[in-house]
């Protein structure tokens, strides 16, 4: 196999204080949940060429278990809405992607349609939808349903909520805003198109208003992993945002989804794979030991049997916390891979509760990767040439530091291998993340647009 | 009657190219859709020293007559959503208040909330809504409806919208994160207060997942002038935008909803009345009615027609332009007091229906003052002695020069007569606009919070 022709794509997954469930009671992490605290790390992350900033974002605050809740700094309270954060980021930024998470479960797809095109023209082409189904079972409370949405529910929802925005953000040709003072004519009608849409779950005339944006679409990003999600993915998403812990996983994901892409007429360059990594980064591998165990000591046993909970969507708290994982789980209506993955490493490796908890609680269940910057180098290039990643979403365990660390120590040496950027592409997402500008399929010919 | 001791406030009212229906098409209006062009504008406002800029909103483009929509600057199409664009002005302004329009009859309640809420947090206290129940009859389109909510449904669903919307900001107290690292405990579970929520329209069980905002909650703003939206304002609203013509008209609506606050516990401070007033201002009276008529003189009559049609909620095309304004003109399901408005003035004048669509195109059923900067000064100075207004939303004729002329030659003019700040009082909106910081319904008591 030759090298890979193209480069790594980086996201900076910016959860306030960190990563790490434990990274607020670090005494280095800020616990500021000021605009200016995100405003350092975005910048942080633009002066390293990193290709976006990603937000994560749930509907509810998660409170089954109150008593752990409190001793979280994520139990789904944010200090900001995504949306509204990476508008006030656009104006202060200029290169940086801008990526934000909204559930199809729990919004409206012409208000969607509209916040995302309007940041994308604020951004000047910067902006980007992960689209969720949303897996917490609380979020269902806020919006006026008895109990969770069942998650093939969700996901039928989610086709048609894909279909809907992407054809309301072909509303208008890009050209269709002509402003001829002269003759009258502030828009040409043949240039509006009227979505029209009947569905299952919406009805929608259209079209949306307000006019295309620049990157034709702001890019598509998804987050599921079972069945529905990866087909879904495949139809209409230009990237995915994974959690794979051991590269085979990752090789038969990424395998498994790019070769989707031809069904749906689509060639592999269309979407990009980019895995969460959990970085603990050290001078030596000593002192990532070191910072790793620092943050693992903070964990308090009610927040870690809480997290584990969460992920592996069953409460184990009935269970000896030094006993293991017991066989009979009954299977959930959450997120069916993310179960599976937390199982199955409990399972390889033969964990109690507790040792499982101390596994995934920095990086829930994501792939962490303790040591020098030449050995984190190492591991992400494999997984690169190797055709299980197109790039990483970097998730640092505390906040500033480990981001300044990933790109203090990290970046050079990928730089150094040719595997990254050392200056951006172009200027919109899409560029850097090298997808196409999309053609609005409704688009009155260039011949005619042309007279 | 003494002098008033309280001063004007003034909103900037920004509608992209000018107020005036055809100021797109004059030469010294920026026909510029980007976020440079409104930045520039909230420069210009906050330099100024207003209150804050406000937001119009809809969520349809207005296609029933696509021939004269695309004639028109404002169809309904706005080059950003106002919350998206209102953040991302957010970190480039230090003190001017930020006022979007969002409608309750085709958002969520939580999830309007919630963006609010982020605003505020953004804008460290700088955020308010502008509630309205949308009376345009194509949202209902885009929203899965086959016609129009009757007028009736959409303020009690309104009703219960504010209800929860109130309720969901007071979800933490002020001092509920308490971020003890030694404890671990993150936030005090004393201070989280579910809100439980069930009625007619929604079901909502709560937390908000964002902390409470710097302000309390956003300002709360509306505009709806009929019973039932006056009766929602005089419980809820601590502002109201309202379109009014003659001084009777404004001293009669001002001592009718500032008469209905006592019902509700509150007092006359509690709520500043706000009318639109669109000023062409010129140094001398001929210089400004010759700015007037250059504008009127760009109006396409089928633009005007429309427009017409638009606000009086009946379409008049059927009819004579140059004959009177039918007396059998059907009640419609819009926009009531508009309707009203627009057909008094004809009736009153007795206008045909070209001069009735030439008086409202400029101003649209607000207040039109053409004249030098003393004469807009004096109706402006009665208008508030008399408790007509509290202040005004400034709706200038074309952008960006409508609105510095206001600035260059009203703005000293009413500083000389004491009737408007040199300098901010205070950081919040809420402090510039004299209005209280409200307290958490929910919260513990303050010896307990003390302990
Ligand atoms: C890597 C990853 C990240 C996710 N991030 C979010 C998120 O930020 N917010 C959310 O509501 N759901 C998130 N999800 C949940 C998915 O949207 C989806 O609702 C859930 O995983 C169930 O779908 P699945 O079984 O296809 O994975 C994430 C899922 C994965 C795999
Ligand atoms: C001065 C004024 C400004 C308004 N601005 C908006 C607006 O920006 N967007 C909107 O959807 N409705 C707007 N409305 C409509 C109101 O929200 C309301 O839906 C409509 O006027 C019907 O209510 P009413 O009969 O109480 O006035 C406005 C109404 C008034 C009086």
Same mark, same amino acid.
């Given at each position: ?30 616990? @500021?949940?000021?605009?200016? =605290? ?5 910048? $942080? ?8 900033? &990603? ?31 990476? +508008? ?6 200029? =290169? ?20 995302? !095109? ?42 048609? &909520? ?14 269709? &805003? ?56 495949? %139809? ?8 794979h812990i051991t590269l085979d996983e990752a090789k038969s994901f990424y ?20 895995p @969460? ?12 030991? #070191? ?35 017991? +066989?009979?789980?009954?299977?959930? =209506? ?27 609680? !920095?990086?829930?269940?994501?792939w ?11 591991v992400?290039?494999e997984r690169f040439e190797n055709y299980g990643a ?18 203090? $120590? ?5 730089? %150094? ?33 042309? #007279?």
């Amino acid at each position: 196999m030759g090298r890979r022709k193209d480069k790594i794509k980086l996201g900076a997954f910016l959860l306030f204080t960190g990563h790490h469930v434990a990274a607020w009671r670090h005494p280095q992490a800020s616990v @500021g949940t000021d605009f200016e =605290n995100y405003f350092e790390l975005a910048k $942080l992350a633009e002066a390293a060429k990193f290709d976006a900033i &990603f937000f994560a974002d749930g509907v509810a605050a998660r409170l089954k278990v109150v008593e752990a809740a409190s001793r979280k700094a994520h139990s789904g309270v944010y200090p900001f809405e995504p949306i509204t954060l990476l +508008s006030a980021l656009s104006s202060v930024t200029r =290169n940086i992607g801008l990526i934000a998470t909204a559930s199809t479960s729990f919004s409206d797809p012409y208000n969607l349609a509209r916040q995302f !095109g309007s940041l994308d023209r604020l951004s000047a082409g910067r902006a980007g939808w992960n689209l969720v189904t949303s897996s917490d079972p609380e979020a269902a409370y806020n919006f006026g349903h008895e109990a969770q949405i069942l998650h093939a529910d969700r996901y039928d929802r989610a086709e048609e &909520f894909a279909d809907v925005v992407l054809g309301l953000w072909d509303s208008w040709d890009d050209d269709a &805003f002509i402003r001829d003072r002269e003759s009258g004519r502030y828009f040409d009608p043949e240039r509006l198109h009227r979505l029209d849409h009947k569905g299952r779950h919406f009805k929608v005339r259209g079209p949306l208003n307000i006019p295309r944006s620049p990157q034709g679409r702001p890019v598509l990003v998804q987050a599921g992993a079972s069945g529905p999600g990866k087909e879904l993915a495949a %139809r209409t998403a230009e990237a995915i945002f994974a959690a794979h812990i051991t590269l085979d996983e990752a090789k038969s994901f990424y395998a498994d989804v790019k070769g989707k892409l031809g069904a749906y007429g689509r060639s592999l360059d269309d979407l990009k794979i980019l895995p @969460g990594i959990f970085p603990v980064v050290g001078r030596s591998e000593t002192e990532a030991q #070191e910072k790793f165990e620092a943050l693992q000591e903070l964990i308090q046993p009610q927040v870690g049997l809480n997290l584990l909970s969460q992920l592996s969507g069953v409460d184990l708290s009935p269970y000896p916390l030094d006993g293991p994982i017991p +066989s009979d789980l009954p299977v959930t =209506n959450a997120g069916k891979s993310r179960q599976e993955l937390v199982l199955d490493l409990a399972r390889r490796e033969n964990l109690t509760i507790r040792q499982l908890y101390l596994r995934i609680a !920095g990086a829930r269940g994501h792939w962490q990767v303790v040591g020098t910057p030449s050995q984190i180098a190492d591991v992400m290039e494999e997984r690169f040439e190797n055709y299980g990643a197109d790039g990483f979403n970097i998730m640092a365990p505390i906040m500033p530091g480990g981001l300044a660390d990933f790109i203090e $120590l990290v970046v050079p040496e990928l730089r %150094r291998r040719g595997l990254f950027r050392t200056e951006y592409e172009g200027t919109t997402l899409r560029e850097n993340l090298g997808l196409k500008r999309p053609v609005n399929r409704f688009a009155v010919s260039n011949a005619a647009a042309a #007279e």
